[in-house]
């Protein structure tokens, strides 16, 4: 019988320091980096108000 490894500890190694060889670990990295960049972009890019009003539906959405 094969024991299975809970979701949890998958996710937690996941999202663990990526090792030199883990693909996954990597692009899940990079992906939250260039989630958080975008963020900080769209915080910025909030507090001017012609853009705010302009585009305040697409901030909405980003969130």
Known sequence: MTESVP???KVAKILDLAE????VGKLIDLFI??????NTVA???ETVN???EHYYREFRRFE
């Open 7 to 9: 979701l949890k500890l």
């Open 20 to 23: 030199p060889d883990d693909r």
């Open 33 to 38: 980096l260039g989630l958080i960049f975008l």
């Open 43 to 45: 915080v910025s890019l």
């Open 50 to 52: 012609p853009i705010f």
